[in-house]
């Protein structure tokens, strides 16, 4: 027997139950918990070789441990950008056939990250494992938390950066050519839109969530958990030139709007803040409407995204 | 090149800079940081099929998946134990090949261990990885943390429950035969001492750590950290009835003062609270003294303990 990745975490959430303190538990980019008088925002994620990262790609990017030490970091902060926390501690875990050379190049990737963001890493483990994984748990304050469950008919739906990058990167890595550098860079070390969703925050918006797993996906969970349709224009969508380079027109289009791991942040927010939030640099992609789903140029789309269970 | 894992994480204590709001980080049991008024200890642990466990026990322990998820817990409730904090809140990563029936076994012990400790699970990471690996991170609070390196010369030195049995049971897993079930209880379903923590600090008692890699390898850590010798009478280390049956009197004397994973508390305290310490369940061993190392019926030992990494 065999689940699918999203029904076995709703099984989860029913097993888990929700205590006392838990505003947020499992189900939105990160939970949000009350210690004492303190609101925290609380992420995990992991890397592992071969599901996540190749270990050959060393040869195409010297620099690859650096880059997933600051990828570790850079994943979980994007899940504390979109809750609109700020991120403070966080713990590593890594399981590794042996303390190597390569080990000491993703702390010190991860540790260049955490000065930029001003985290401190205060604990781990290490562990033996025949292949090797990575796990991070950041831990965050939050004044009003954003969730991707508020979203309102009525309002715009704007997305940071460009959307698909992260495809062309990891293309390029398993085709084993770099010929968008741009592109690699945008996969293995992510810009988490930290200063934008503290800033989205600030504006009063409730709603957020980042591209984790396709931007359509990521719509879809947005739309599903807020009971509303969410309507793009495809030709609004933000697509990088080495995308399109890369991919021609086609081929970036679809990696905009199926490829998993830009981490860019989706937000739904009333229209008369439209000028303040195109200046933290988000596009104004759609709008929110009654109804349920996602509706593309005006058709419906079915969600799909990156499961990596999936066949 | 490879690393010896003490080493390994002196190096990245030094990598890795404690910035602010940390007041203990990496090398005690649990982090230690300040999130605006409100003090919080964290801690995470790994398990590692292959390292920490083989799928081949669930012939002799039916149940071997959901007292792994109960472990999970436990050994970072440990950890918060010795550190005197009450445990709040964790996210889980688990990386397996499929999301198995066995995965839902797992999910069903650290729910059953979380409701026992009063603890919400909030969050987690599900992804795909050939070997098992599950993590997980908790975080608690914490009003006067105890620490390993508060030892003072003139205390006495205890120790909760009983020590080596989970040495015992494992070694009854990897022979492949069941003589002493209550020992393999005792190494896949450990106590966490949490009441006992929380009783400790409240009495004021300023160091403990817990038995995870061996009863000489985690005193010498509280000696070396806190500067002093200690000196323990091994004819007052607790031994339990199972641990002699099974590897009679002299392997049980090796087994507690080697075998790691016991997951008891060590404690150093004024002598005037000896009888209230005791009444918590500890047995006293010995004193701290001026000067520095271990010493076992007067003569000095080197520390040894459990380390995955080591040949």
């Given at each position: ?41 609380v992420s ?110 009525g309002q ?133 409407e009654e ?21």
């Amino acid at each position: 027997m065999s689940f699918k990745e999203f029904e076995f975490i709703e099984l989860l959430s029913k097993l888990l139950p929700k205590g006392r303190g838990v505003e947020v538990g499992v189900g939105d980019d990160a939970a949000v918990v009350k210690a004492g008088k303190t609101r925290l925002a609380v992420s995990t994620d992991a890397l592992v070789e071969g599901t996540h990262f190749l270990k050959e790609w060393k040869r195409l990017v010297p620099e690859l441990y650096r880059l997933l030490g600051r990828k570790l970091l850079s994943v979980s902060a994007s899940d504390l950008a979109s809750t609109g926390a700020k991120p403070l501690f966080a713990t590593v875990t890594v399981g590794a056939p042996e303390l190597s050379e390569e080990l000491i190049e993703l702390y010190v990737g991860l540790s260049e990250r955490a000065q930029e963001l001003k985290t401190s890493v205060v604990g781990g483990d290490t562990v033996k494992s025949g292949q090797l994984f990575l796990e991070l748990t950041l831990i965050g304050k939050v004044e009003r938390p954003m969730l991707r469950s508020k979203a309102k008919p009525g309002q715009l739906v704007a997305v940071s950066g460009t959307l698909g990058d992260a495809y062309g990167g990891l293309k390029q890595l398993l085709n084993g050519e770099v010929r968008e550098p741009k592109l690699i860079e945008r996969f293995l070390n992510p810009t988490a839109r930290v200063k934008e969703g503290l800033s989205l925050a600030k504006l009063g918006v409730e709603c957020a969530t980042d591209v984790s797993d396709g931007f359509l996906f990521n719509l879809k969970t947005v739309a599903d958990s807020s009971k509303v349709a969410i309507k793009v224009e495809e030709e609004l969508i933000p697509v990088s030139e080495s995308l399109v380079n890369l991919l021609g027109r086609e081929g970036a289009r679809r990696a905009a709007l199926f490829g998993g791991e830009d981490y860019e942040l989706i937000t739904t927010f009333e229209p008369e803040l439209k000028e303040k939030v195109e200046s933290l640099g988000f596009t104004v992609v759609g709008t929110v409407e009654e109804g349920k789903g996602v509706f593309l140029n005006g058709k419906e789309v079915k969600g799909e995204g990156f499961d990596h269970f999936k066949e």
